[in-house]
């Protein structure tokens, strides 16, 4: 059974920290793996990881996939209250598009 | 990426009763699934909506608990059926969005629909 375990399970910051959330997994057949954003309901996609070692960057946020290790880790530097949310990595196998999700990080951003 | 609208938005149900969730999409997609996420708890696909075929569902839900329909490539009913309190939950839409992740075929998600059992 796929298998994705995040961490923390929450986290409280000030506004300028630099944070770094954590996502392992287990999944038979890796295709990709994938970090969203979820401020109320609908997760909004962030990254698509597929190769080891390749940072994607949008902004302040930056992620990076070790398939040999089996993590992945998303950073956000300089921390806005806007970022918090909670952030949900998810992995799919062989192309069929399904996802198993972790149970995600609830990031608190306070001023 | 494609732009999906779901209703109702929210809803309060009796014990007991069934609850019909829709699913519209601005642009046909040939891959749409059913997600739920209880409370504090991971999202987790119920099924893949199949359009002109019967929906496949995951392990541990039921065509008679969660019957979906798929009429065209742009619109999927879920249907939450004799719902219990533990049925309270977020049902989500999703579909497979080649306008997104640099044309990689990305999961897209409704706004969702958050259900509440008395």
């Known amino acids: 059974e796929d298998k994705v375990v995040q961490s923390p399970l929450s986290l409280v910051v000030h506004e300028g920290d630099t944070v770094t959330l954590n996502c392992s997994y287990e999944v038979t057949n890796f295709r990709s793996l994938l970090w969203y954003k979820q401020e109320k309901k609908a997760p909004t996609f962030l990254f698509m990881l597929?190769?080891?070692?390749i940072e994607k960057k949008s902004g302040r946020l930056s992620s990076i996939l070790d398939k040999k290790e089996l993590f992945s880790i998303l950073n956000i530097t300089a921390t806005q209250t806007g970022d918090s949310a909670v952030y949900l990595c998810?992995?799919?196998?062989?192309?069929?598009?399904?996802?198993?999700f972790g149970k995600g990080t609830l990031l608190t951003v306070n001023p | 990426s494609a732009v999906i609208s779901q209703k109702p938005s929210r809803d309060i149900c009796q014990r007991g009763t069934s609850l019909t969730i829709q699913c519209q999409v601005d642009?046909?997609?040939?891959?749409m699934f059913w997600y739920r996420q209880q409370p504090g708890q991971s999202l987790t696909l119920i099924a893949t909506a199949n359009q002109g075929s019967e929906a496949t569902y995951e392990s541990g839900f039921v065509i008679d608990k969660f019957p979906i329909s798929r009429p065209n490539l742009t619109f999927s009913t879920l249907t939450v059926s004799n719902m219990s309190p533990e049925d309270s939950s977020i049902y989500l839409c999703?579909?497979?969005?080649?306008?997104?992740?640099?044309?990689?075929?990305?999961?897209?998600f409704g706004a969702g629909s958050r259900l509440t059992v008395l």
């Open positions: 999703s579909v497979a969005d080649p306008g997104q992740g640099s044309g990689a075929n990305v999961l897209t």
């Open positions: 998810a992995v799919e196998r062989s192309s069929n598009y399904k996802l198993t």
């Open positions: 642009s046909q997609v040939t891959m």
């Open positions: 597929t190769s080891s070692g």
